[in-house]
């Protein structure tokens, strides 16, 4: 029996995220990811209309590819898939994975390659600004297992995270969007040595409220050029691109 959390999820993202209607020519992307969920996206998404097309793909299989992936085979790929994007309206990624650190070991000079040759032209070329896309993660076993859970609770979080009521939030939101707009200096203590200030006068706000990444929130603006001071520590493990990063500790200076 599909799982009633997946039709929310799926729901959410093709109404709320995608705003999916006749028009559209959705790619669903999922790594990873159970077959029911996949299909659930992709029943939910014909319903409103949307034509799809779909790439199903393997972390253990795109890692054996990337690890000795020549310059050229790169631009193959990012040739064919620029212009299967460019076709497209809508993108929806769903990355799953049962080894967060699957691409541990690919080599740096492969992954940078890949984000110069594919991820420039492809994701930050067309995809980013021009389509309506939503990308999220899916809950896993080792995903729980780094967060310290037992994968049914992590379940529940993920779900109960990501299907919020956004449209709520939007207008939740709103005042912290306009305080920010007329906000000149900031200044930012949190836990170890964090202290720092920042102006963010005439740049802006954009409240996230569900269109994009999911599960969603933010409130993000960005620092005036040269107007950063102080220290940054981060205080929790990043991961990417199969590498945990821990212990960062920036100072800035102008």
Same mark, same amino acid.
């Given at each position: 029996?599909?799982?009633?959390?997946?039709t929310?999820?799926?729901?959410?993202?093709?109404?709320?995220?995608?705003r999916?209607?006749?028009d559209?020519?959705l790619?669903?992307?999922?790594f990873?990811?159970?077959?029911?969920?996949?299909?659930?996206?992709?029943?939910?998404?014909q319903?409103?209309?949307?034509?799809?097309?779909?790439r199903?793909?393997?972390?253990v299989?795109? @890692?054996?590819?990337l690890?000795?992936?020549?310059?050229?085979?790169?631009?193959?790929?990012?040739?064919?898939e620029?212009?299967e994007?460019?076709?497209? #309206?809508?993108?929806?990624?769903? @990355?799953?994975?049962?080894?967060?650190?699957e691409?541990?070991?690919?080599?740096?000079?492969r992954?940078?390659?890949w984000?110069?040759?594919?991820?420039?032209?492809?994701?930050?070329?067309?995809?980013?600004?021009?389509?309506?896309?939503?990308?999220? @993660?899916?809950?896993?076993?080792?995903?729980?297992?780094a967060?310290?859970?037992?994968?049914?609770?992590?379940?529940?979080?993920?779900? /109960?995270? =990501?299907?919020?009521?956004?449209?709520?939030?939007?207008?939740? =939101?709103?005042?912290?969007?306009?305080?920010?707009?007329?906000?000149? /200096?900031v200044?930012?203590?949190?836990?170890?040595?964090?202290?720092?200030?920042?102006?963010i /006068?005439?740049?802006?706000?954009?409240? =996230?409220?569900?269109?994009?990444?999911?599960?969603?929130?933010? =409130?993000?603006?960005?620092?005036? @050029?040269?107007?950063?001071?102080?220290?940054v520590?981060?205080? #929790?493990?990043?991961?990417f691109?199969?590498?945990v990063?821990?212990?960062?500790?920036?100072?800035?200076?102008?």
């Amino acid at each position: 029996m599909l799982d009633p959390r997946i039709t929310r999820l799926a729901e959410l993202l093709c109404d709320h995220s995608l705003r999916l209607d006749g028009d559209d020519k959705l790619l669903i992307h999922a790594f990873d990811i159970p077959n029911e969920a996949v299909a659930e996206l992709v029943r939910v998404a014909q319903s409103r209309g949307a034509q799809i097309v779909l790439r199903l793909e393997s972390n253990v299989v795109r @890692r054996q590819l990337l690890m000795n992936i020549e310059d050229r085979n790169i631009e193959t790929i990012a040739g064919i898939e620029a212009h299967e994007m460019e076709q497209m #309206t809508s993108y929806l990624a769903l @990355r799953g994975s049962d080894n967060i650190t699957e691409h541990a070991d690919v080599p740096s000079d492969r992954l940078q390659a890949w984000g110069k040759l594919y991820s420039q032209p492809v994701v930050f070329g067309i995809r980013v600004p021009k389509t309506k896309w939503s990308v999220l @993660r899916w809950p896993t076993s080792s995903m729980a297992q780094a967060a310290g859970m037992s994968t049914a609770a992590f379940e529940d979080f993920y779900f /109960k995270a =990501c299907t919020l009521d956004y449209s709520k939030m939007a207008v939740a =939101c709103a005042p912290l969007g306009e305080l920010m707009n007329r906000t000149d /200096k900031v200044r930012v203590v949190g836990p170890g040595d964090t202290d720092f200030t920042l102006s963010i /006068k005439d740049i802006g706000a954009v409240p =996230c409220t569900g269109q994009a990444n999911i599960p969603d929130g933010e =409130c993000f603006s960005a620092p005036v @050029r040269e107007s950063v001071n102080g220290i940054v520590q981060f205080n #929790t493990a990043s991961l990417f691109e199969g590498t945990v990063f821990e212990n960062i500790r920036y100072v800035i200076k102008d």
